[in-house]
């Protein structure tokens, strides 16, 4: 399958229903006969679209379900019938949206919707009536404390053209005066798209007087395959330089000053990070690099380097091995140079960003700063991969940390050490 690049496969009765993304990098819905199938040149019922990706799909009595997002924070419901494909209106603006059917016989449908500042709320669908009806399965909770947190979607403009998308969260109160604390989360790797989600630390952040910045940088999915083949391998450039630009984009725009911004990037999103500080070290106050991969050129040694191959590239081949050595921000440390404060975490259990990878990076870092700012390394005895294997109370905790350093290096007074008094 993966040659035919045969997605979501769905048989039924003598046919198979599949998403392809052959010759069509933002996915198509098709069919093809089981006793001769073709999946290279089936029968193509929904053909791809420009800018939406066919996320997932569905096939009922009434014909077939299916979403696509748009820049990976705009979702979308459509049903195709009868050779018709009609886009349905949801029932409010959802930024991530999954289908649920009682099977290919039956006319019953619900979706599941939900975005950066709405709890995943469940609709049954009505295709007599076009309308919705909301039937949660357990009952939502009210958050007024959240009430005035607005949301941004726009697209910077990347210094090769490309348009970047970029989510802001914050609180309508907020000015752009310069002076706002904003926090910019980024990954960028797998093709996997960062999809809007009920997020309350993100909020909480926002009520606080900051900024959430969501960099939706080359790597991810958030464009269909070609985004994501845009920061692959010898193109992985790409995705640390769109998280510089968007950075830049926020400070000229007047929403941010460099002394006010912290980078957040966790596992692979380390690579994001970490390069972003060897290659504008001036351009950031802090940087929390979260069980990151800071070390690609040794990645391949570990337990789960062998499966990142594909992704990232070998030591064994010359091309991806000066690939791997330009995406390694362990290499491109200098002596002498001013680096932004910088949190640096591992699990000890962790087997895929094993933790002597991000132990060395902090070694060096530490061992070459020249600045006055704090670079600190903490294990987690306890953790795996960021807050796998550990419980709700340690994981909260974790986050938390996070937070409160951000918090702290960026200003916010609430945060700052208060002077020992007790004699």
């Given at each position: 399958?993966?040659?035919?690049?045969?997605?979501?496969?769905?048989?039924?009765?003598?046919?198979?229903?599949?998403?392809?993304?052959?010759?069509?990098?933002?996915?198509?819905?098709?069919?093809?006969?089981?006793?001769?199938?073709?999946?290279?040149?089936?029968?193509?019922?929904?053909?791809?679209?420009?800018?939406?990706?066919?996320?997932?799909?569905?096939?009922?009595?009434?014909?077939?379900?299916?979403?696509?997002?748009?820049?990976?924070?705009?979702?979308?419901?459509?049903?195709?019938?009868?050779?018709?494909?009609?886009?349905?209106?949801?029932?409010?603006?959802?930024?991530?949206?999954?289908?649920?059917?009682?099977?290919?016989?039956?006319?019953?449908?619900?979706?599941?919707?939900?975005?950066?500042?709405?709890?995943?709320?469940?609709?049954?669908?009505?295709?007599?009536?076009?309308?919705?009806?909301e039937e949660n399965l357990v009952p939502l909770i009210d958050y007024p404390e959240f009430e005035g947190v607005f949301v941004e979607e726009t697209s910077i403009k990347a210094r090769d053209g490309e348009e970047v998308p970029l989510t802001l969260i914050y609180d309508k109160s907020i000015k752009k005066n310069g002076n706002t604390p904003v926090l910019i989360d980024a990954y960028g790797s797998y093709g996997t798209t960062y999809s809007p989600f009920f997020a309350r630390s993100y909020l909480m952040w926002a009520k606080k007087g900051g900024i959430v910045a969501i960099a939706h940088v080359r790597g991810g999915g958030e464009k269909g395959e070609r985004w994501h083949k845009a920061g692959y391998k010898e193109t992985k450039p790409n995705t640390w330089r769109d998280l510089i630009d968007c950075t830049e984009y926020l400070i000229k725009e007047g929403y941010t000053s460099k002394d006010?911004?912290?980078?957040?990037?966790?596992?692979?999103?380390?690579?994001?990070?970490?390069?972003?500080?060897?290659?504008?070290?001036?351009?950031?106050?802090?940087?929390?690099?979260?069980?990151?991969?800071?070390n690609t050129l040794r990645n391949e040694i570990t337990p789960n380097g062998p499966g990142n191959v594909p992704e990232f590239g070998t030591v064994t081949k010359p091309d991806e091995f000066k690939a791997l050595l330009e995406m390694d921000a362990f290499h491109h440390i200098k002596k002498g140079e001013k680096y932004p404060a910088t949190l640096i975490t591992s699990g000890i259990n962790d087997s895929r960003v094993v933790s002597w990878m991000p132990a060395k990076f902090a070694a060096k870092l530490m061992a070459n700063d020249a600045s006055n700012n704090p670079i600190l390394y903490k294990v987690d005895y306890e953790g795996g991969h960021g807050s796998s294997g550990v419980d709700f109370a340690h994981a909260y905790a974790r986050v938390g940390e996070i937070f409160a350093f951000a918090a702290w290096q960026l200003g916010l007074p609430e945060y700052q050490p208060k002077e020992n008094t007790t004699k």
């Open positions: 399958y993966k040659a035919d690049k045969v997605y979501e496969k769905k048989p039924i009765g003598k046919e198979v229903y599949f998403m392809s993304g052959y010759n069509s990098p933002n996915f198509k819905l098709c069919k093809t006969n089981l006793d001769k199938p073709d999946f290279k040149n089936p029968e193509i019922l929904v053909l791809e679209k420009k800018d939406e990706v066919i996320q997932s799909f569905e096939v009922t009595k009434d014909g077939i379900y299916y979403t696509t997002t748009k820049n990976g924070v705009d979702a979308r419901f459509y049903l195709y019938r009868n050779g018709k494909d009609i886009p349905i209106k949801l029932p409010f603006v959802a930024g991530s949206l999954s289908i649920q059917t009682k099977g290919k016989d039956y006319s019953d449908v619900w979706i599941y919707c939900s975005g950066w500042t709405n709890e995943t709320r469940r609709f049954k669908y009505d295709v007599k009536t076009n309308g919705f009806q006010k911004v912290a980078i957040w990037g966790t596992s692979a999103g380390g690579i994001t990070m970490g390069m972003a500080i060897t290659e504008k070290p001036d351009l950031f106050k802090t940087a929390i690099i979260d069980v990151g991969a800071t």
